[in-house]
């Protein structure tokens, strides 16, 4: 069963489109390295469109399982492959407003 890794932050107005373009440039390096993404079942980047705050970001993670996202987790850190993309994190998103959980899936209707 899937796990969803979920993170939300606000992206300053004057960063949001240096940081959807990096965004973007991740998005293209998962489908050029579909090998090193194996255990990413889906990723999604939400906009807040409507209420709530402007700019504000929910990043949605699909794993095959918890041990996936502990696999790939590494490679965000210092010296890991996609170190370059969690550094943008640092650079362009408020640090007090970012939260990441871990969500499984209790009913579903498709």
């Known amino acids: 069963m ?10 300053k107005p004057e960063n949001r ?3 959807l373009a990096t965004m973007e440039k991740l ?5 050029k390295n579909k090998k ?3 255990g990413v079942k889906s990723w999604r980047l ?6 709530g705050t402007y700019t504000a970001f929910i ?3 699909e794993f095959d ?10 490679e965000w850190m210092s010296g890991g492959k ?3 993309f969690g550094d943008v994190y640092l650079k362009l998103v408020k640090g007090s407003t970012m939260s990441w959980s871990i969500w499984n899936p209790v009913l579903q209707y498709k």
């Open 59 to 61: 990043d949605v993670w």
């Open 82 to 84: 996609l170190e370059q």
């Open 36 to 38: 090193m993404f194996r």
């Open 27 to 31: 998005r293209k390096h998962m489908a």
């Open 17 to 19: 489109n240096k940081f």
């Open 2 to 11: 899937s796990i969803f890794s979920v993170g939300t932050y606000y992206v």
């Open 65 to 74: 399982s918890m041990a996936a996202l502990e696999k790939l987790e590494p």
């Open 46 to 51: 939400y906009s807040q469109m409507y209420g």
